[in-house]
């Protein structure tokens, strides 16, 4: 039992990495951006960018079920909306403590900050990511303040939304 645990301890980061590694030389060499993509899509009417979000979110979904099909143990909630009654019932995993509304409040001030700052930046986190990757100084400004705000908020803001939002 001891190997398995330490060969699994081996292996998943090096898997990790090395689908890292495909994904972000794929959002490279693509020039990957979600809001780009949305931005060209209702702007330009250009698609090539848009289908590239599309199939990120269809590589995902099917990522997921094959590795669920492989260890159904490891996605325990992988139908977990599927067996609601309630769709607005919490994600499993979320921070617990709040009700619905607060979880609703939370994600739609999230996505329009995330998208506003998107706008402002010229592109998405993923595509900011790559182009810290390649030298450039503000997205690189971004990536380490997205991390210390992940940080700050994780430590001290969470307690107060969870004190504010019964």
Request: aromatic residues 14%; proline residues 5%.
């Amino acid at each position: 039992m001891s190997s398995l645990i330490t060969s699994t301890a081996l292996v998943i980061p090096i898997i990790t990495l090395i689908l890292g590694f495909i994904i972000g030389y794929l959002a490279q060499r693509s020039g990957f951006c979600s809001i780009g993509g949305l931005r060209d899509l209702f702007m330009f009417k250009h698609t090539r960018l848009f289908f590239g979000y599309l199939a990120l979110i269809a590589g995902s979904f099917l990522g997921y079920f094959i590795f669920w099909a492989i260890v159904p143990t490891a996605f325990p909630n992988f139908y977990w909306l599927a067996n609601q009654t309630d769709p607005l019932t919490p994600i499993p995993g979320a921070p617990g403590g709040l009700t619905t509304l607060s979880y609703v409040v939370l994600a739609i001030i999230g996505g329009f900050g995330m998208g506003i700052i998107g706008v402002l930046l010229g592109g998405c986190p993923l595509r900011q990511i790559v182009m810290s990757a390649e030298g450039n100084v503000k997205s690189l400004f971004f990536v380490a303040g997205t991390i210390v705000g992940a940080i700050i908020f994780h430590t001290t803001i969470m307690q107060l939304v969870q004190l504010i939002m019964p």
